[in-house]
């Protein structure tokens, strides 16, 4: 069963950082590319950022410069730097890979920013 689980969400105060990880199970995604998403109360899944296989990223302009997305693919896992943090960033934070076919969803992990 393929699976992605997210950890590492909490509370913190704004300026604050996080570190988020997202630790795949049931098949190897290290040739693949993986990210986050986010969604805010009240609002839509947004793009978050992305990690190609051999480590060349993508960001949203909201996070472009606190956000730093990693992988390491001999554990299967890829991470999110999460640094100056703001109230805006509060959400539920997605972990995604996109192998051949469906993009694969986690569960979700709660980031909340208090000012």
């Known amino acids: 069963q393929v699976q992605l689980v997210e950890s590492g969400g909490g509370l913190v105060q704004a300026g604050g950082s996080l570190r988020l990880s997202c630790a795949a199970s049931?098949?190897?995604?290290?040739?693949?590319?993986m990210g986050w998403f986010r969604q805010a109360p009240g609002k839509e899944r947004e793009f978050v950022g992305i990690?190609?296989?051999?480590?060349?990223?993508g960001y949203a302009d909201s996070v472009k410069g606190r956000f730093t997305i990693s992988r390491d693919n001999a554990k299967n896992t890829v991470y999110l730097q999460m640094n100056s943090l703001k109230p805006e960033d509060t959400a539920v934070y997605y972990c995604?890979?996109?192998?051949?076919?469906?993009?694969?969803w986690g569960q979700g992990t709660q980031v909340t920013v208090s000012s």
């Open positions: 995604v890979a996109d192998p051949p076919g469906p993009r694969i």
């Open positions: 049931g098949r190897t995604f290290s040739r693949y590319p």
């Open positions: 990690i190609g296989w051999s480590g060349d990223a």
